[in-house]
């Protein structure tokens, strides 16, 4: 490679690097903010951390908290029951 190109890659592969360092981030504020367990949350920061380039790709393919939606029916299911056998207000249930 001539020294144009080399200093072009190098240009391009400094600022891929930002964008991911700000993706990890990003990413850091979303895995505090998720529900999940502390065990859990500690291993995606410090994965965050030690390997930014393997670890935004992994997040969110499979690290992502994502309410399913049968999970979801279930959860509209369950309020419904509480409602007809008059444990919450009915009200409660029509906003889900």
Same mark, same amino acid.
């Given at each position: 490679?001539?020294? $144009? %190109?080399?200093?072009?890659? $190098?240009?391009?592969?400094? +600022?891929?690097?930002? *964008?991911?360092?700000? &993706?990890a #981030?990003f990413?850091? &504020?979303?895995?505090?903010d =998720? /529900?999940?367990?502390?065990?859990?949350?500690?291993?995606?920061?410090? =994965?965050?951390?030690? #390997?930014?380039?393997?670890? *935004?790709?992994?997040?969110?393919?499979?690290?992502? *908290? /994502?309410?399913? !939606?049968?999970? /979801?029916?279930?959860? *509209?299911? $369950? &309020? !419904? &029951?509480?409602?007809?056998?008059?444990?919450?207000? +009915? %009200?409660?249930?029509?906003?889900?």
């Open positions: 490679m001539g020294d $144009e %190109q080399l200093s072009n890659f $190098e240009s391009w592969r400094g +600022i891929l690097t930002s *964008v991911l360092y700000l &993706f #981030v990413n850091c &504020f979303r895995i505090l =998720a /529900r999940r367990s502390a065990a859990s949350t500690i291993s995606w920061l410090w =994965a965050h951390l030690a #390997v930014p380039y393997l670890a *935004v790709p992994l997040y969110w393919f499979i690290g992502r *908290v /994502r309410l399913i !939606e049968s999970q /979801r029916k279930k959860q *509209v299911r $369950e &309020f !419904e &029951f509480l409602a007809i056998i008059n444990l919450i207000p +009915i %009200q409660l249930t029509r906003r889900i």
